[in-house]
């Protein structure tokens, strides 16, 4: 396999099969062409992730689909919800790089802007992705998480008139915060990323995209997660199954 090929393991944390499909249809549209996106809905958990408790019954679904991965020998996996739901967890039992696509998003951000805004769904989940801003250091980049309050599961829906929700809160954001770009705060908002960047002619980031983009980065500088030190194979031990 040439360096530049990649399969790329791109994980929904919640058990709705049609967000998947919303997800993997943007991966695809990121992916270069020698990138083959494999999309995975968890079997495990919430049919969305709305707060602490889903993230932490997630996570069980978000390792399954990354040791099922690797047993696929996948290149790179990405953890397609804001939250990054077990993300370093899932560095620990991989070999192969592992995206969070909050993550992803606020570094594209970063490259494109000084200081950036995420718009997430519900108000209540805004203090995950107040939590993610300083774990990533990136407190001094974003200025403000702001939400929609519109459910996650209701994002497709017709009468939910996301776009046009989004499209105020994001307008309202570049107008008052202080920044240059917009980070989407829900892996369900990737198909509305290319079309809210044109109406505002401000970077708006969909995390999926960008996950691709930097998981094929990684695979093509030949990066994989470091086994020394932090990120070393879990501790041999019993453990129940899940
Ligand atoms: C997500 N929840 O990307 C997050 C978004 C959120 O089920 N997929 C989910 O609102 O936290």
Known sequence: MTRQQCVINVINPNTTQSMTSVIEAAARESAGPATTIIGKTSTFGPASIEGHYDEALATIGVLKAVAAGDEDRCDAHIIACFGDPGLLAAREITRVPVLGIAEAAMRAASFVAIHFSIVTTLARTKVIAEHLVRNYGMEHACRKVRAV??????????????????????????????????????????????????????????????????????????????????????????????
């Open 149 to 242: 309050d519109v459910a996650v599961l209701d994002l497709d829906k017709p009468e939910s008139n996301v776009r046009g929700i989004l499209l105020d809160e994001c307008r309202a954001a570049l107008k008052h915060d202080g920044i240059g770009a917009i980070v989407l705060g829900c892996a369900g908002m990737a198909d509305l990323a290319h079309d809210l960047s044109t109406e505002l002619e401000a970077p708006v980031i969909d995390g999926v995209a960008a996950a691709v983009k930097f998981a094929e980065a990684l695979v093509g500088l030949g990066l994989k997660t470091s086994k020394y030190g932090d990120l070393a194979f879990p501790i041999p031990k019993e453990r129940s199954s899940f």
